[in-house]
């Protein structure tokens, strides 16, 4: 019943899966059977002393917790990605409890004016509406918990459906998780509803007797306008940092996301005082085409700007944020096939079917002898540490004779192609954005360290500009690779034509090439690497979409609860109107309008 994160098992003989995965004579890992007698410390600590000391040895508590962590780590993203949509539902939640607490408030100024009769003190008119709000806040924030339940059962079928597996054996409640969530819950209501129990204080005890309405003050409209331009010019001003300074990539998307938010609430600050033309200019239409009828819509939308920007914020808010999402992955899209363009000199490319799995050594050589092949050019990865840097740096190794001849390499500085034609098992070329971050220099020396415990000295010698990502953070010689980090196997084959060449004719012969003898291996031209690397983005904007489409489902909700509220406080209003001829029909298509 477990998941595998979505990928699919085989269990063969041993000798078999060692045939066919390239590993004859060697081992992933060996599990050993403990004796009842002996200690599980004490048996890793007699093993340890008869392994090579590159191996790890750990007791089956210690690879449980390592393993938990490994995935945990590789997982770290989304707690922090389904965070941020939560964060929005909340604030799009306040939008709405905002207004209808506005409303609320406001359809009983006489009974708060009865109790200012009564001897009621402010404090305690104050009290009553966040007590109010805070039992309120209690129950939505249990059946937030039960429907986040159900919920969490949908992303996980999503997930599914999506092809992203997560390795899961079934939901966990943890008690931290409901607490923070009734806390969060409670605390969003009295928060959004501060604003209009302030109000309810400020109810004079003649009101009892009187209509009266609450009225902004000029001074707190002021305020109120002043701290909307500070927001928006403040988000602006990060925005163009972030989009023009010299910024690494990490904070320059901190300072977009960051100002993008602060532009979306000073809007959301300063939309009253743009509702009375904006309502006006769409409205106009509507009057000219179903006159008196479309004049009240228009006039109602604008008789209280306050409530109707609070109506519209919380789905500009929702939609502001599928827009950006849009706009994102679009520009990320692009981005990848513009990067792919500038890589590639080479027609095709040889990966391994799931995309990231080395392919046998073989290929190369095979495919070679393919009439119409010109070169054939690999490409080998591994990851590295380096003394002094921190992360996870990848290095590459490329054949120098022949890379050039597949591979659009953007040198920098004084850095040529002829620099990666004379490379030697002693030199490095560097990522030029990785080398700024760690003040490395052309003629710096770096120790670097490989998987297999050999720790090799790389004096850098160049600088290449990476967009695409397919170098990593420094490029050595394949003969290093295999010296240095046992690594022998290549990641992706770069396939150059012949002149004149049919390139889907070579293609074809490739692929049947590689479906007889490399199963593991497939064959791509460029547009198909770009769709491919298209359809490893689409399932996550799928569930990104899934999510946000939760935050305009609140705002729907929202702007129902506050239609309906208001056509509770004009009872007395639509009555009249009836009264002096409107038919049914006219008044639900104003309110529609």
């Not at 595998?4 to 085989?10: D, H, K, L, P, T």
């Not at 081992?27 to 093993?47: A, H, T």
Request: charged share 15%.
């Amino acid at each position: 019943g477990t998941s595998f994160g979505g990928a699919s098992i085989a269990q063969l003989t041993l000798p078999e899966a060692q045939f066919i995965t390239g590993n004859v004579g060697r081992f992933n890992q060996i599990s050993v059977g403990l004796n009842p007698d002996v200690p599980p410390e004490e048996l890793k600590q007699r093993i340890e002393r008869v392994v090579p000391p590159t191996l790890r040895v750990e007791t089956a508590e210690q690879n449980a917790n390592r393993s938990s962590d490994e995935i945990h780590d590789a997982l770290s993203f989304l707690p922090i990605f389904l965070g941020v949509f939560a964060a929005v539902a909340l604030i799009v939640g306040a939008f709405v409890i905002f207004n209808t607490f506005s409303i609320t408030v406001s359809q009983r100024i006489r009974e708060y004016g009865l109790l200012r009769t009564l001897g009621a003190s402010r404090r305690q008119v104050l009290a009553s509406v966040l007590v109010e709000a805070a039992l309120i806040g209690l129950l939505g924030a249990v059946a937030g918990v039960l429907g986040g339940l159900l919920f969490a059962k949908g992303i996980e079928s999503l997930f599914k459906a999506l092809g992203i597996g997560l390795p899961t054996t079934a939901l966990v409640v943890a008690t931290r998780t409901v607490v923070v969530s009734v806390v969060l819950g409670i605390a969003v209501t009295v928060i959004a509803v501060l604003n209009p129990a302030l109000r309810s204080t400020r109810v004079p005890p003649i009101a009892a007797m009187q209509n009266l309405e609450l009225t902004t003050s000029r001074r707190r409209s002021i305020v109120t306008v002043a701290i909307a331009w500070l927001l928006m010019l403040g988000g602006v001003a990060l925005v163009l940092v972030g989009l023009f300074g010299n910024q690494k990539a990490g904070d320059a998307a901190l300072m977009l996301g960051g100002g993008a938010a602060l532009v979306l609430f000073g809007v959301s600050l300063f939309s009253p005082s743009l509702v009375r033309p904006l309502a006006g200019a769409i409205g106009a239409p509507l009057q000219r085409l179903r006159g008196l009828t479309g004049r009240l819509a228009r006039e109602n939308s604008q008789r209280n700007p306050s409530r109707t920007a609070a109506t519209a914020a919380a789905l500009m808010i929702g939609l502001a944020l599928v827009s950006f999402v849009t706009v994102f992955a679009a520009g990320l899209k692009a981005s990848i096939a513009d990067a792919i363009d500038n890589s590639f000199q080479g027609e095709l490319e040889i990966q391994n079917t799931n995309g990231f799995d080395p392919i046998p050594k073989a290929v190369a050589a095979t495919v070679g002898r393919v009439p119409g092949v010109e070169t054939v050019s690999t490409l080998q990865a591994t990851q590295v540490k380096i003394d002094g840097v921190g992360g996870k740096p990848r290095a590459t190794g490329l054949d120098p004779a022949t890379a050039s001849q597949v591979l659009k390499l953007d040198f920098q500085g004084d850095t040529t192609e002829q620099t990666l034609g004379d490379l030697t098992s002693s030199q490095t070329i560097v990522d030029k954005s990785f080398a700024d971050s760690n003040d490395l220099e052309v003629g710096d020396t770096i120790q670097v360290l490989g998987q297999t415990g050999n720790r090799a000295s790389f004096r850098i010698v160049g600088e290449v500009k990476d967009s695409a990502d397919l170098f990593g953070s420094l490029i050595v010689t394949q003969a290093a690779m295999a010296r240095d980090f046992a690594v022998t196997q290549d990641t992706f084959d770069f396939v150059k034509l012949e002149p004149g060449a049919d390139a889907a004719a070579v293609q074809d012969q490739i692929d049947a090439l590689l479906t007889k003898q490399f199963p593991t291996a497939e064959v791509l031209n460029q547009e198909e690497l770009k769709q491919n690397q298209e359809n490893q983005i689409n399932p996550l904007l799928s569930l990104v979409y899934a999510l946000l489409s939760l935050a305009v489902i609140v705002a729907l909700f929202g702007i129902a609860t506050t239609l309906a509220l208001s056509i509770y406080e004009r009872t007395r209003e639509l009555g009249m109107l009836r009264a002096v001829g409107m038919s049914r029909r006219q008044v639900r298509r104003m309110i529609r309008y």
